[in-house]
Structure formats: structure tokens, C-alpha cells
């Protein structure tokens, strides 16, 4: 049993403890917003936050987060930051096919969080771990430029 906060709820879950974090949401909890790209933490699609910290849920197994609060793109829109990313998201039309988004969505929050005022290589660098196939990285990299700029 492995017991969590999933978006400020308390959660338990009878999995075996290297069960990836990735799978016990999707398939134990339901929550099928994060989702799965590659399986070896390489495109970004898996990113959930964990005390949050960005992470790669596919190789995170659940025992990492046992007490510890995650949350995911279901709930990322709660908070003030998460909403202006979103909002940012809509405003420059950044999703195509969508896929890689809510992994986008949250590497992008968790850059703000840490650095509000980023420059064009700070969100190069932080970014550069997810993987949009369709190209929308102008997009994206506009989308996080206007929601700093907000911030300001």
C-alpha cells in the first residue's frame, strides 16, 4: 500500500512499489491527462509535479512519492500560475495535436515557479527535455514569454 496527495487529496493505492508513478495514475487512479510518450524519461509527455518539482513520472516508481503531494495537469489550472500558463496556451494557440501538452503545461509552470523572469536560454534549457512532434516550440516558447511577462 502506498499512500499519497494526488492534487491536495489523500490517496492509497495496493501496487507494487516500483510500479511507475505514470501507470498507477492512469490506470489506478484514473487520471489519464499525463501521459505516456516513451517510457525511458526522454519526451517530457509524463511530467507531473512532485513538492513541486517536475518530474518524469514513467520512471518514477510510486514508492518516490509515498507522503508526499503530487500533482497533475488535472489540477495544475487551480492555482494562479498554472491558470495563466494555460491561459497563456490558448492565447498563442500553442497545442496541435495536443499529445505533448499537459507534459508542456507542466515543465512550463515549473520553470516560472522557479525562475519568473526567464531568459530565452533559461526556457531553451528547461524546456529542452519535452518533445513536441508536431513543432509547436515557437509557440510554446511564446506562450511561457507572455505568461512571465504577466507575472511581472
Known amino acids: 500500500m502506498v499512500d499519497f496527495v494526488l492534487n491536495g487529496n489523500a490517496v ?11 501507470w498507477v495514475l492512469r490506470d489506478e487512479l484514473e487520471m489519464t491527462g499525463t501521459k505516456f510518450g516513451c517510457g525511458m524519461a526522454q519526451c517530457g509527455a509524463c511530467t507531473v509535479h512532485l513538492e513541486g518539482q517536475a518530474i518524469r513520472s514513467c520512471v ?10 503530487v500533482t497533475t495537469i488535472e ?12 491561459a497563456a496556451w490558448i492565447e498563442h494557440d500553442v ?11 507542466m515543465s512550463a509552470v515549473a ?7 526567464p531568459s530565452e536560454d533559461d526556457i531553451d534549457s ?3 527535455g519535452n518533445i513536441c512532434r ?3 516550440y515557437i509557440r510554446i516558447k511564446a506562450a511561457i514569454r507572455s505568461a512571465a511577462a504577466k507575472l511581472a
Do not use: H, R, W
Open 134 to 136: 508536431c513543432g509547436t
Open 75 to 86: 489540477q495544475i489550472g487551480a492555482a494562479a500560475l498554472g491558470e495563466l500558463v494555460q
Open 95 to 105: 497545442p496541435q495535436c495536443g499529445y505533448c501538452q499537459s507534459g508542456q503545461v
Open 12 to 22: 492509497s493505492v495496493e501496487v507494487d512499489s516500483s510500479t511507475p508513478v505514470l
Open 60 to 69: 518514477t516508481p510510486v514508492s518516490a512519492v509515498a507522503g508526499k503531494q
Open 126 to 128: 528547461f524546456m529542452a
Open 111 to 117: 520553470l516560472l515557479q522557479s525562475n519568473p523572469n
